[in-house]
């Protein structure tokens, strides 16, 4: 079965710098986290960047779908002013920038690919490449998830040597074939609706369980109890400090 960190900073430290930015990684590095969790996503012109939402209005200045807005439209964005005065002039950053960020500072990631409707396959065929190329074999072996089968799919043809998760909100009744199919290492379940016999089922098919998304300690240590891998957290920091109970 794969091994994990048990704590993954969930798009950085999102409780104290915006998500998904590269303050937000320094930071979740800062509070000790090992591994880091972001969102890749697909520009309107076909490039990566650190993106979770559909639309850029809840964390930028812009306006409208990502899948819309061009390169130079999102690199001109400032994602940092609406979390904070502090984080002026914060930019959504470039997969690139990421990766490279990661590397200087030892982090290990997990990569989603959040795609959009018909273009699950051209984000893993943009994005993968350009991360195998950049990530160094030293490092970490990351992790890719997605909720997208066919973004999965794609992953296992480019990059078969980099582990996958199939991410879900409930567990699908044909998890089994799916998992089977898509050679995944982990299946990643929306803590709000797992269970200790779901998590007792899973592992004993040999798949790791990580969850999504744990912001409260009695919670975790739950989840732990039942046999999780590894939590998603917005409190890393928090979620490190309490490890010895957890």
Known sequence: MAKFPRIIAHRGSPRAAPENTLASF???????????????ALTADSRVVIFHDDELDRTSDGAGLMADAT???????????WFSPAFKGEMIPTLEEALELFASLGLGFNMELKTDRGREVELAQVA?????????????????????RE????????????PRAHLFDRLPEDWRQAAAAL????????????TREQVMELRGAGYA???YTVNDLARAEILFGWGVDAIFTDIAG?????????
Not at 185 to 191: E, G, T
């Open 26 to 40: 320094r930071q979740a590095a800062g509070d000790g986290a090992t591994w880091v969790e972001f969102d890749a």
């Open 71 to 81: 390169f130079e439209q999102v690199t001109a964005l400032d994602a940092g002013s």
């Open 128 to 148: 993968l490449p350009i991360a195998l190329d950049m990530w160094p074999g030293t490092n970490p072996t990351p992790l890719i998830s997605s909720f997208s």
């Open 151 to 162: 973004a999965l799919a794609a992953a296992k043809d480019i990059a078969p040597q980099w």
């Open 183 to 194: 050679d995944v290492v982990s299946l990643n379940a929306n803590q709000k609706h797992l």
């Open 209 to 211: 369980v990580m969850a």
């Open 238 to 246: 928090e979620m490190l400090a309490a490890s010895a109970k957890l």
